[in-house]
């Protein structure tokens, strides 16, 4: 590689940068550029995983895929187009999604550095928090056409991903959506909450029927008026709308007749609505078919179907196609399986934009051309390749600082259109902005450890023995970070069911982080699990904590002053691994709680070094003390047991003008 050769890079990084391990989430527009930069700069031992396949629409930019790619795994074409640009690189490719619990603390902390190239917040935010958790430096990278943006996230210096709440999608009122739209948006979102109505997965929030409950259609009018329907038709059974199109056998005219004739007279029952509105004009399919004289052909031509704004007949036509298909794709899956709405899957994007344009016509609002219609769906701005390449060389030239450990060089960098005042099209920050106090997710908080096995340990015994006992809450609730799943509740009777399931029947597995708060105590902890199977002799379960950061337990704290000490741990050992250890409720202790005098212990908490704070599973641990007590530490660390990777100190007043940034800062 060109950037191996003497003379290219200083000698200390090309160092670097060869014993460096580098994970690359996302393989798509940002991520191939960052993939074959990291070749090209002589990296040589990376790892990229993407949960995706490959897709036409992926190829005028992701230049790491070709045509006979399609429907492949982007991670593994990715590995395997880029090794042609160094062979010797060890690149390893995984095809999953990184929110998956097999990615857990102990997958992040291999690496050096974590560069990110994701194009979604759930997945950013998760590969935020593991990062924080691991402490392992994360590059945030992103596009939206001309504009991309680098950021450095790395704990405790800078802010994370989720510092400040990102803008929450634009959302519609639900009445507009159900009963009063007035843009063609209102009756896309419509028409995409129907779709899973039909085929997807269901969510009562985006149920597309009319909304009796209407503020604005006054008390009971909506469901006055279904009555009165009900009553003479005898046929107004409002049954959930997928089983209803299951037992129609998903017809598209009584499906269309239902849509866009009964429920459109059912909202022109409520007539407070149309007071100040043009009432909507029910539409019947065999009027729609015929088309009033317009043209009701098929237009063969996909180019033409993508970019015109069809007839009412032709859109019927689609209407009808799309259902059909949508069908006997569900029709495929096993039992209780649903479809996922794509706007690059063809009938999915057909049905929206047949009934997004069929309700637009109802309501007297502009129909769209699929294309537009598309762009609506997906929220897509269009991507620049350029845009992605810009940002993604910004990414590996902020990866070569980090190894260099000059994070205040590091500065989040900007990518604009047009150039500002200072002639900058790529504009950095002036500072390193630093984590906000109050973040839920990066602000120091006590950080425990807990190694488990994840197989054994049911949920009564973590609250039992773990929280309650050992961590000294009282009343707590805990959530698995990420999908934000209760696990325990303080509310009598909510999560008993969860008792007697282990933690990985919860899916709490490896490298999973679980927030418990104790609002009696106002005392949070976030616990990360590691999974360990225990053998038969050992102790079921091992905190990591800094005990400072613990709450004590009151009445106990004067009680225990004259307990002896821990258990005679070996000052040399200072390795969270061995010999400390908890017990399970079951009483079984293990063999070094059983050389504390007084084994009413229930575990022994192994404390990081303070300086090292927040604490980490990284962080060696120096110290033992007994479990509940207010803790008495006993400091015995010896020096050269210091972490290797001791956070590098940045140092504020370190002059900036003369920041060398040569490929950032261009004046
Ligand atoms: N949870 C995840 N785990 C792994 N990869 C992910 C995850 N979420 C998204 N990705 C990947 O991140 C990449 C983001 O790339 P990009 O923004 O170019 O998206 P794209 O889907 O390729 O393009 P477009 O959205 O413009 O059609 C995609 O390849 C996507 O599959
Ligand atoms: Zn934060």
């Known amino acids: 590689m060109a950037a191996q050769l003497d003379g290219v890079f200083e000698a200390e990084l090309q160092k670097k940068i060869t014993e460096s391990k580098v994970l690359v989430v996302g393989a798509g527009g940002i991520g191939?550029?960052?993939?074959?930069?990291?070749?090209?700069?002589?990296?040589?031992?990376?790892?990229?995983?993407?949960?995706?396949?490959?897709?036409?629409?992926?190829?005028?930019?992701?230049?790491?895929?070709?045509?006979?790619?399609?429907?492949?795994?982007?991670?593994?074409?990715?590995?395997?187009?880029?090794?042609?640009?160094?062979?010797?690189?060890?690149?390893?490719?995984?095809?999953?999604?990184?929110?998956?619990?097999?990615?857990?603390?102990?997958?992040?902390?291999?690496?050096?550095?974590v560069l990110n190239a994701l194009d979604n917040r759930a997945a950013r935010s998760h590969v935020n928090r593991l990062c924080l958790t691991a402490d392992v430096p994360l590059i945030e990278s992103g596009t939206a056409g001309y504009n991309g943006q680098v950021e450095l996230i790395k704990r405790g210096l800078t802010s994370c991903y989720e510092c400040v709440p990102q803008p929450a999608q634009k959302s519609y009122p639900g009445c507009t959506i159900r009963n009063t739209p007035s843009e063609p948006i209102h009756c896309i979102v419509w028409a995409k909450h129907l779709f899973n109505q039909l085929f997807g997965e269901s969510n009562e929030d985006e149920d597309v029927s009319p909304d009796t409950a209407d503020p604005e259609a006054g008390a009971d009018v909506g469901s006055a008026a279904l009555e009165k329907e009900a009553n003479e038709k005898g046929n107004v059974d409002r049954v959930n709308t997928r089983t209803w199109a299951k037992q129609c056998e998903y017809d598209p005219e009584k499906i269309f007749n239902k849509l866009f004739f009964d429920d459109i007279n059912y909202l022109l029952s409520m007539s407070n609505l149309w007071k100040n509105r043009t009432p909507p004009k029910p539409a019947k399919w065999d009027a729609v078919q015929e088309g009033d004289g317009e043209d009701g052909s098929i237009v063969?031509?996909?180019?033409?179907?993508?970019?015109?704004?069809?007839?009412?007949?032709?859109?019927a036509k689609v209407f009808g196609e799309s259902?059909?298909?949508?069908?006997?794709?569900?029709?495929?899956?096993?039992?209780?399986?649903?479809?996922?709405?794509?706007?690059?899957?063809?009938?999915?994007?057909?049905?929206?934009?047949?009934?997004?344009?069929?309700?637009?016509?109802?309501?007297?609002?502009?129909?769209?051309?699929?294309?537009?219609?598309?762009?609506?769906?997906?929220?897509?701005?269009?991507?620049?390749?350029?845009?992605?390449?810009?940002?993604?060389?910004?990414?590996?030239?902020?990866?070569?600082?980090?190894?260099?450990?000059?994070?205040?060089?590091?500065?989040?960098?900007?990518?604009?259109?047009?150039?500002?005042?200072?002639?900058?099209?790529?504009?950095?920050?002036?500072?390193?902005?630093?984590?906000?106090?109050?973040?839920?997710?990066?602000a120091a908080k006590p950080e425990v450890v807990l190694k488990v096995d994840t197989k054994k340990l049911t949920v009564r015994e973590f609250r039992d023995d773990i929280l309650i006992k050992a961590l000294n809450m009282v009343?707590?609730?805990?959530?698995?970070?990420?999908?934000?799943?209760?696990?325990?509740?303080?509310?009598?009777?909510?999560?008993?069911c969860n008792n007697d399931k282990t933690l990985e029947e919860l899916k709490i597995v490896n490298g999973c982080i679980l927030k418990a708060d104790d609002f009696l105590q106002n005392y949070e902890l976030s616990i990360t699990v590691l999974h360990k199977e225990a053998g038969r002799e050992e102790a079921p379960f091992e905190i990591v904590a800094d005990p400072d950061s613990l709450k004590p337990k009151e009445e106990e704290e004067k009680k225990e002053e004259v307990k002896p000490a821990a258990a005679p741990v070996d000052d040399a050992q200072p390795s969270t691994s061995k010999g400390l250890n908890g017990s399970s409720s079951n009483g079984k202790q293990s063999t070094t709680v059983n050389e504390v005098e007084d084994d009413d212990d229930?575990?022994?908490?192994?404390?990081?070094?303070?300086?090292?704070?927040?604490?980490?599973?990284?962080?060696?641990a120096d110290a033992v003390t007994t479990p509940g007590k207010s803790v008495e530490k006993r400091k015995h660390a010896p020096e050269d047991d210091e972490p290797a990777n001791k956070k590098a100190k940045v140092s504020s007043s370190h002059p900036m003008d003369d920041d060398d940034d040569d490929l950032v800062i261009l004046d």
């Not at 495929?332 to 997004?356: I, S």
């Not at 762009?375 to 910004?394: F, L, Q, R, Y």
């Open 32 to 113: 191939c550029e960052i993939l074959k930069n990291l070749v090209l700069t002589g990296f040589t031992d990376i790892e990229i995983i993407d949960l995706d396949t490959i897709d036409v629409s992926n190829l005028n930019r992701q230049f790491l895929f070709h045509k006979e790619h399609v429907g492949k795994s982007k991670a593994n074409v990715a590995r395997e187009s880029a090794l042609a640009f160094n062979p010797n690189a060890k690149i390893k490719a995984y095809h999953d999604s990184i929110t998956t619990n097999d990615y857990g603390v102990n997958f992040f902390q291999q690496f050096s550095i």
């Open 300 to 315: 063969e031509d996909s180019v033409t179907r993508d970019q015109k704004v069809l007839s009412m007949a032709q859109t």
């Open 323 to 442: 259902i059909k298909a949508l069908k006997e794709a569900v029709g495929k899956l096993p039992e209780g399986d649903h479809l996922v709405w794509d706007k690059d899957d063809k009938d999915g994007m057909d049905f929206v934009a047949a009934c997004a344009n069929i309700r637009a016509q109802i309501f007297g609002i502009p129909r769209k051309s699929r294309f537009e219609i598309k762009s609506m769906a997906g929220n897509i701005i269009p991507a620049i390749a350029t845009t992605n390449a810009i940002t993604a060389g910004i990414v590996v030239m902020r990866a070569f600082r980090v190894l260099q450990q000059e994070y205040e060089a590091c500065k989040t960098v900007y990518v604009r259109l047009r150039v500002n005042g200072r002639n900058q099209f790529i504009v950095p920050e002036t500072l390193i902005i630093p984590p906000k106090p109050k973040c839920y997710v990066c």
């Open 475 to 496: 009343s707590p609730d805990v959530l698995l970070d990420g999908t934000g799943t209760i696990v325990i509740s303080s509310e009598e009777d909510e999560r008993d």
């Open 602 to 620: 229930d575990m022994c908490i192994i404390e990081d070094d303070e300086d090292e704070k927040p604490s980490t599973s990284k962080a060696a």
